[in-house]
């Protein structure tokens, strides 16, 4: 599927996710966190595709419930009691609403970075922060390749273990510890050689050298100053809002209306940039 929005400066690609994922974690807002999770959703759900179904349904869904279950079980701060616990602790009300507003807050910074990892890769890592940080743009660009790498050779190992009957699912259990040691042992080595390949690839080409220079086919263009103008027009200020000792907040004011507005356009960006594209993609398509 063509991501127009992936094709973008690394830059904008790094203010949008930068504003989105600080958004995110910093504003407390219910409606803020519910808009921020429903467009985290849909925009992992197009950048990601099954990957997104499977991250949602394997590890947040469980975490939503266990924070939302566990936070009124060891939290107790908040006036509005409902009940107590066998163990005579109280049961509030804002415990049990500020459990979901976390719960809501971490699947939805976990869903941002997954889609930040499908826009950003290693190499606009490079560029952003190659020429100030060198050394640590490097780190964090393997770092950012190592995972998906490591996923494919031990992909790669598993079935070739298997097609001689050396997988860890087979044989007796001790038959099957064995074989894992060894798949392990292969893996080791392997990212032993991919480190002493890369150190000396990147040595090659004179990393680390003053004066050294780097190709990039990365320009700023009028559609990049564009977008950079939207999104800092909609960085407006946050609409303030409590749990403690009582849930209080102007959630449907006329600003806080605005707000959410502008603050719903903002995390929309990456989906109405490829939406457009698209529209405009295949309008010119009718006209052949």
Not at 101 to 118: P, R
Not at 129 to 145: E, Q, T
Not at 209 to 223: A, N
Request: net charge positive; hydrophobic share 50%; charged share 15%.
């Amino acid at each position: 599927m063509k991501d127009t929005f992936s094709n973008m400066h690394p830059f904008i690609n790094f203010i949008f996710f930068a504003l989105t994922i600080g958004f995110t974690m910093f504003i407390m807002n219910p409606v803020c966190l519910a808009v921020s999770f429903l467009c985290a959703l849909v925009t992992a759900l197009y950048l990601n595709g099954k990957k997104a179904v499977r991250l949602s349904l394997v590890f947040l869904l469980p975490m939503i419930l266990l924070i939302v279950l566990v936070n009124p079980v060891f939290n107790h701060e908040g006036m509005t009691i409902l009940t107590y616990f066998p163990w005579d602790n109280p049961l509030t009300l804002e415990s049990i609403v500020y459990g979901i507003a976390s719960a809501f807050l971490l699947s939805s910074t976990v869903l941002w970075f997954s889609s930040f990892n499908a826009v950003i890769t290693s190499d606009k890592v490079v560029f952003l922060f190659g020429r100030i940080m060198p050394s640590l743009s490097l780190v964090i660009s393997m770092a950012l390749r190592f995972v998906p790498r490591f996923s494919a050779q031990m992909k790669l190992v598993r079935n070739a273990q298997h097609t001689i009957g050396r997988d860890i699912n087979e044989g007796t259990l001790f038959q099957r510890i064995r074989n894992a040691v060894k798949i392990l042992s292969i893996m080791i080595t392997w990212s032993l050689e991919n480190a002493i390949e890369t150190a000396d690839s990147m040595k090659s080409r004179g990393h680390g050298l003053k004066g050294r220079t780097s190709y990039s086919l990365y320009k700023f263009d009028k559609r990049d100053a564009f977008m950079l103008c939207t999104i800092l027009l909609l960085f407006t200020n946050a609409i303030k809002f409590r749990y403690y000792p009582s849930i209080k907040g102007d959630l449907f004011t006329v600003q806080s209306v605005i707000f959410y507005i502008f603050y719903t356009f903002l995390m929309l960006i990456p989906l109405s940039v490829n939406i457009g594209e698209g529209i405009k993609w295949k309008h010119m398509q009718s006209k052949i």
